[in-house]
């Protein structure tokens, strides 16, 4: 698969972000107050469909605000692509500057190419399976850190405001007392790339989606990290949930820390 046309799709859609991100803007909320779209999310899957349509016609194609319209995920053996188009769209219309687009490419269901470009900071992160992860072409690694007491964490709030929010607070109370903080950087698929780059030790959270995590686990991993469902089991991405860390160790005592949310698959 070309890594040159997913870089160049990041490229373009960064522009679209960018320009969205100065402006006034229309917003609508989905779910919840923590929940909102925008014009510019809209924009960019559309563009971002079009041209990889253009380009491999027979590929599946798996977006969040494809799916929010009522489009099915179908997550099969074929050639696909999973995309975020505005991940941390809270940020995005706070002018909170960790808003990027999230390409991952999938075949067989393995994610084989991943790219998270943040325009804002003009930060491009990437992997290909077996081959590393880069940051604007800069080998990455994950930090050497080998315990949880040693260890910042991220780990998110999410959209939804309900009965889930009880655990998450006893999750982050947990985590925090056994470690030196936790950050909530507003997006997904940044906080996987703060793991692969050795900012952070580790990053969980309950309700995301495939799409919000299916190119930063990859780059996580070939950043030399590791992942795994929260609860240690193998990771699994229509699990709704992801665990990311810098190593066994860390990532077996973060996992520790956390009680299973139930989540429907996908
Ligand atoms: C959200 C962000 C946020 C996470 C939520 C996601 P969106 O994605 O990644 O950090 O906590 O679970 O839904 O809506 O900004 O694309
Ligand atoms: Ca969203
Ligand atoms: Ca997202
Ligand atoms: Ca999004």
Redesign the pocket.
């Known amino acids: 698969m070309s890594l040159q046309f997913a870089l160049e799709l990041a490229r373009s859609a960064g522009e679209i972000i960018k320009e969205g991100y100065f402006k006034q803007k229309v917003i609508s909320q989905k779910c919840s107050i923590a ?1 909102l779209v925008t014009e510019t999310d809209t924009k960019v899957e559309n563009f971002v469909q079009k041209k990889i349509s253009e380009q491999f016609p027979t590929h599946e194609f798996i977006g ?1 605000e494809s799916v929010s319209s009522g489009a099915k995920i179908s997550f099969t053996d074929s050639p696909t692509w999973i995309i ?1 188009p ?5 940020n995005f219309v706070h002018r909170f500057p960790f808003c990027c687009i999230s390409i991952a490419y999938a075949e067989k269901k393995k994610v084989a190419l991943a790219v998270v470009y943040n325009p804002i900071l003009d930060e491009m992160y990437h992997a290909e399976l077996g081959k590393g992860a880069f940051l604007n072409g800069a080998k990455l690694s994950v930090s050497d850190a080998q315990n949880l007491s040693s260890s910042i964490l991220c780990s ?4 939804q405001r309900d009965a889930t929010m009880d655990t998450k607070v006893r999750n982050m109370h947990k985590a925090v007392l056994a470690s030196r903080g936790i950050r909530s950087i ?4 940044l ?1 996987c790339c703060m793991v692969a780059r050795g900012s952070v030790e580790s990053y969980f ?1 309950y ?3 495939c799409w ?1 995590v299916a190119a930063g686990e990859l780059i996580v991993r070939e950043a030399g990290g590791v992942s795994a469902s929260p609860d240690g089991s193998p990771f699994d991405l229509m699990s709704r949930s992801v665990l990311v860390s810098c190593c066994r160790q860390v990532l077996d005592e973060t996992s520790a820390c956390i009680e299973r949310i139930p989540f429907d698959r996908e």
């Open positions: 929940d969040e975020d505005v991940d941390g769209t809270s998110e709030w999410g959209s507003g997006s997904a698929a906080s959270e309700g995301i989606h919000d």
